[in-house]
């Protein structure tokens, strides 16, 4: 069955960086695009980057542009995100997903939670 | 940015009640919007996709209509495990956007 299990998540100082892992099981990781989405605590959902299925593309919101970077590894069925200058507000759960066609986001991990706090 | 305005944020129901949901866009998504259930501690859950779609294992009782800028997510009889938190989403442009949430609670 699918499995998206993350980890890298912590308690980090304000300017400082973090990377995030999502491992990826129970599917052809390599065929389908990849999201993440956080959540602050008691808020609600917000979208934070996508990558395509080969890397060849990347989006991001325009809350985290220039700061975090989305990547994938399909060698080892892993998706990234490279998270530098974080800010209080970037404190939440953050989960990744699996896009399947249409974009729709139908299997999500459990979230990692990072912390953002001097 | 395509911005999603959910009513009502809260909702106060009874099992066995009707009840749904609004989404609204800001500008015309055609039929490019999810919705999804999050249980406190969970993942999101995928429910409906392409305004009306079933995703596989969602109970019948469930069910998303509208398109453009307006639209529905409606559970017939509400159930126990039916109170939680509801998200619309539209995948029509980047950045991909979710609606503020609906938050069912127990009446």
């Known amino acids: 069955q699918v499995q998206l299990v993350e980890s890298g998540g912590g308690v980090v100082q304000p300017g400082g960086s973090l990377r995030l892992s999502c491992a990826a099981s129970?599917?052809?990781?390599?065929?389908?695009?990849m999201h993440w989405v956080r959540q602050a605590p008691g808020k609600g959902l917000e979208w934070v980057a996508f990558?395509?299925?080969?890397?060849?593309?990347?989006y991001y919101a325009d809350s985290v542009k220039g700061r975090f970077t989305i990547s994938r590894d399909n060698s080892k069925n892993t998706l990234y995100l490279q998270m530098n200058s974080l800010r209080a507000e970037d404190t939440a759960v953050y989960y990744c997903?699996?896009?399947?066609?249409?974009?729709?986001?139908?299997?999500w991990g459990q979230g990692t939670l990072v912390t953002v706090s001097s | 940015d395509i911005q999603l305005t959910q009513s009502p944020s809260f909702l106060s129901a009874s099992v066995g009640d009707r009840v749904t949901i609004t989404c609204r866009a800001s500008q015309g998504i055609s039929s490019y919007l999810a919705w999804y259930q999050q249980k406190p501690g969970k993942a999101p859950k995928l429910l409906i996709y392409a305004a009306s779609t079933f995703q596989s294992g969602v109970p019948s009782r469930f069910s998303g209509s509208g398109s453009g800028t307006e639209f529905t997510l409606t559970i017939s009889s509400l159930q126990p495990e039916d109170f939680a938190t509801y998200y619309c989403?539209?995948?029509?442009?980047?950045?991909?956007?979710f609606g503020g949430g609906t938050k069912v609670e127990i009446k």
């Open positions: 129970g599917f052809t990781f390599s065929n389908y695009g």
């Open positions: 990558i395509l299925y080969d890397g060849s593309n990347e």
């Open positions: 989403q539209q995948v029509n442009s980047y950045p991909r956007t």
């Open positions: 997903a699996k896009k399947m066609r249409g974009d729709w986001l139908d299997y």
